[in-house]
């Protein structure tokens, strides 16, 4: 009997490296692209959102990993598995890209494999991940200057009215100015005891609403005092090098005689350079602010739940499903004690309480009287009154009027908006009208 034909032999494959190796390989070379591209969007307003949207979308994924860290199943499983065990979360799995979607590899094979031509679905893919990121920035400004504009605003008004009776002298007005600007320095030390925590809670929900649960977020600001006190000095200290910066080009002619007569082409080359820069130190002041806010927001979001001043039904859907997956959400229970401690426990809780809010309070005065004074030792127009690239958008390009028109960026971006406003409503009207034509009796064939 003739031997039976051997089996093909198998193709040996190539060793491959682990997946968390090549990812990691592959994001040490990117990083330093990724961050020349984050450089380059925050020399624009637009830009800049998008700049605020990765970030909340990152700032959500720590928040996420931490609250993994702390449910105590690092032992079963890694969090790249936690993650894509579940398909809201796995493109948390990494780092948010900034253009392409986050499992563009997958989605392009998942639609070349179908055997048809992807169109439509490879368009989105490419820029998904952009689209999002402008559409985050976007609502996280809009609601930062909903509270912060008001204040920023009186500033400009005080000091212009401050400097204006300095020159006409007059004194029965005099204290227009000052009165002005202190309310404006008040206002925004109230708003900003809330912001950050607010700020933290909208990029954790991803969603703009939430940023208004004035109930939640201040109770998780009354169970973190210290977390917070800490975190408004990291917010004076981390703008003290940012100012210096943005004051730097006001002396650049005494600092280069030979600046002092060129022409405003050369000026604007050196300024785009100079600014181009320091938006390194921008990006991570930026960044790191609010990865600090999401470990206070992680930590204060379990203590006020298992304390029982947060109840479930106040968490959002995501939020809350996550939490109970971790098994975090139960509450633990709670001895009462003797009558007698809780009293003087909580009155001596009340009175630090205060002392901390009043020490709070002083820093960020400390954050608003370093404005006022780089603003006096450098004018930068109203722009540098309205935007602090460390609270609202990391917007950080300051050329002088003889260069280029301070308002000319925003009057483009209000234009933008009204543009994308006017679309999106058309695009609606026009899916209502299919709608209806699909729906309306006559139609189609008989």
Known sequence: MSEPASAPPERTSRARLPLRVRWSFWRIVLLPLQLLWAMLLVQSLIGS????????????????????????????????????????LKSHSRWPNWIVEQDFSSSWKEVDDSGRWPGGRLLKSLFHSLGLNLKLGLQAVANTWVLTLPACALWLFGWHAGWINSFTKGYESASVGPLIG?????????????????????????????????????TLIRHSPLQCLGLALLYSLTSFPVLVLKTIPGYLPQINPALTDADPARVREILNGYFFWCALVVLAGFVFLRWVAGRIYASAVLRARRSGDLERSQLVGSERRLLEDLELIPLRALSRGN??????????GSVGRLIVVGLTAAVWFSFVVQIFVFQFLTYQSGIGWLNQPLVQAPWFRYLPASVANPWGPV????????????????????????????????????
């Open 49 to 88: 959102l998008v700049v605020v949207g990765w970030t909340y979308r990152l700032i959500r994924r720590s928040v996420i990993k931490r609250w993994w860290a702390q449910s105590g199943r690092q032992s079963g499983e890694t969090f790249v598995d936690f993650l894509s065990a579940r398909p809201d």
């Open 182 to 218: 202190w309310s404006g320095v008040l206002l925004f030390i109230v708003v900003m005891m809330y912001l950050p925590m607010a700020q933290i809670r909208q990029a954790v929900t991803g969603e703009w609403r939430t940023f208004y649960q004035f109930t939640l977020i201040s």
């Open 339 to 348: 009558w007698l401690r809780r009293v003087v426990g909580q009155t001596l």
């Open 411 to 446: 009057i483009v971006f209000v234009f933008l908006i009204l543009i994308a406003l006017v679309l999106r409503a058309a695009w609606g009207w026009l899916d209502r009208l299919r709608v209806q034509e699909r729906l309306s009796p006559g139609t189609g064939s008989r």
